[in-house]
């Protein structure tokens, strides 16, 4: 598969993150949490065939530092507004409307490389991939020539339907399983996080189930 997608993952500052996940862990490490997910996350997104380049757009220096070491781009969220706006930003304009884009969530740690290169290889068109409950959306793909749209909050795959984006459908239990509340954790562990969500939980005394993702 040839490299020709640009992937572009939002990320908050990870003291404002994944306000529903607290409690899950302590509090002194929630931060590390996000930032554990995030790491996940970008790992498995590089480590496949079918991204060229990965941009992530945040103002955490924290998380700027780590995505960086791990090969992925780091721009500032200028709009410095909402998801969809860093979405925007980081999709239309610092990869341009000449590319492939996919914007996606930042919270996938189950992620495996060979789930995105499918799913992107499936896309044809703008399009989306819902979330594990069916109302959320993890992934959105827009071609060269056409801007990306984000819709991406409360009721996002229908927003995403409505708006004209072509549901795509797979087998794809770690790109669909976003991770929201401690309910959702506990589905990923059971799918296999990646190594620096795993790592964390282990560091706590938290599970010892946990396998991570290949």
């Known amino acids: 598969m040839v490299r020709d997608w640009m992937a572009v993952i ?13 409690g ?8 590390d949490l996000a930032l554990a997910m995030v790491r996940d996350t970008v790992s498995a997104v590089l480590a496949g065939a079918a991204v060229a380049e990965l941009v992530v ?13 791990l090969g992925a781009r780091v721009v500032p969220d200028r709009p410095a507004a909402d998801l969809n706006a860093a979405m925007r930003f980081g999709a239309d304009e610092v990869a341009g409307l000449g590319r492939f884009r996919a914007v996606l969530a930042g919270d996938l740690p189950a992620l495996r490389p060979e789930e995105l290169d499918e799913a992107l290889g499936s896309a044809a068109g703008r399009s989306f ?16 020539g056409e801007p990306l749209d ?7 795959a229908v927003a995403h339907a409505t708006s004209g ?12 399983q976003d991770v929201d509340t401690p309910a959702d954790l506990a589905r990923v562990l059971a799918l296999g996080a990646g190594r620096h969500t795993c790592a964390l939980l282990r560091d706590l005394g938290l599970t010892v189930s946990c396998v991570p993702a290949a």
């Open 150 to 156: 984000p819709r991406f909050g409360l009721g996002s």
């Open 57 to 69: 757009v945040t103002d955490d220096p924290v998380a700027a530092a780590a995505v960086t070491a």
């Open 24 to 31: 899950a862990v302590p509090a002194a490490r929630h931060a």
């Open 165 to 176: 984006a072509t549901p795509l459908d797979g087998d794809w239990p770690g790109l669909r």
């Open 10 to 22: 939002p990320v908050k500052r990870l003291s404002a993150a994944k306000s529903r996940l607290r």
């Open 129 to 144: 991939v819902a979330d594990a409950a069916g109302s959320g959306t993890v992934l959105l793909a827009a071609p060269p």
